[in-house]
């Protein structure tokens, strides 16, 4: 029997926005599996955003959702937590969105491990506000703000997220629609800050300044250019090129932020 999504989606909100091949809707199913196979309490969960495609998705789903201002996804998500550190708050963005404008706040809520999932979908670009590129965007690609190409070195999401102290990382693409909802399913049961990164094509936006084909065809190079991280780990780095590992990359366990507060002012 097909799963029924209609539970947990708003009435009225559909069809999406989001352009025909885009990987958002992949994303979106998996998310809501990964919330059904858990069981939890729709009135329990708390789903942030700031602006941009990605940010569109807490519009769809019938839970406690926030879409806020740019970059301030987790921010808000911080609040949250902290007000109510019984609710299961759930931060989610693209990677301009959390590694840019909200860069700042992502490697913070990182450093301080509080119990927050974050969902970063990874494009490559800044889709809706016009294409420009942004810190995930490859060198050499083009994009509306570098229409000769892309002279920056290109951000690594799931190596900052452990640089900076997340406790569960990993990273998953839209090709992988099942092991990706097993890896949210990880990821919201970790005690601690844990990040999630999805790599996403966009046709619209990216694939077209830079000849990847058609949506199939993205997809078909997420299948191609990624590798499970137990292989990767026995592959040097001219073998991997410019190939990602997916999986869980990193966990560990550490003080939750939120615990560690109410220890030092007394409330625990």
């Known amino acids: 029997m097909a799963f029924d999504y209609s539970a947990y989606l708003r009435d009225g909100k559909i069809p999406h926005i989001w352009c025909p091949g885009c990987g958002y809707g992949i994303i979106l199913k998996s998310f809501i599996r990964a919330i059904d196979k858990l069981g939890w ?70 450093r301080r491990n509080i119990d927050i999932t974050c969902l970063v979908f990874n494009n490559y670009i800044y889709g809706m506000t016009g294409g420009q590129y942004s810190p995930t965007t490859p060198k ?13 070195n290109q951000f690594d999401i799931s190596s ?11 990273r998953t693409t839209t090709y992988h629609a099942v092991p990706m909802e097993k890896l949210i399913m990880q990821a919201l049961q970790h005690k601690g800050f844990s990040v999630v990164e999805i790599m996403a094509g966009c046709p ?36 991997m090129g410019d190939k990602f590992a997916v999986g869980v990359l990193h966990q560990e366990e550490k003080t939750e932020y939120v615990e560690a507060y109410d220890a030092q002012v007394g409330l625990s």
């Open 41 to 110: 309490n729709k009135n329990e969960i708390v789903v942030t955003s700031g602006i941009g495609c990605a940010s569109r998705l807490p519009g769809y789903v019938d839970f406690n959702t926030l879409h806020t201002t740019h970059g301030r996804s987790l921010g808000f998500a911080t609040g949250v937590k902290l007000a109510n550190p019984n609710l299961k708050v759930i931060g989610l963005g693209g990677d301009g969105d959390m590694t840019a404008i909200g860069g700042n706040h992502f490697i913070h809520a990182c």
């Open 160 to 170: 900052l997220a452990i640089g900076a102290g997340a406790t569960f990382v990993a």
């Open 140 to 152: 050499n690609a083009k994009a509306t703000t570098v229409p000769y190409g892309n002279a920056d």
């Open 204 to 239: 619209t936006g990216y694939g077209r300044k830079n000849k990847q084909g058609s949506p199939a065809n993205m997809i078909q190079w997420q299948k191609d250019m990624s590798v499970p991280v137990a292989k990767a780990k026995d592959m040097t780095p001219e073998e």
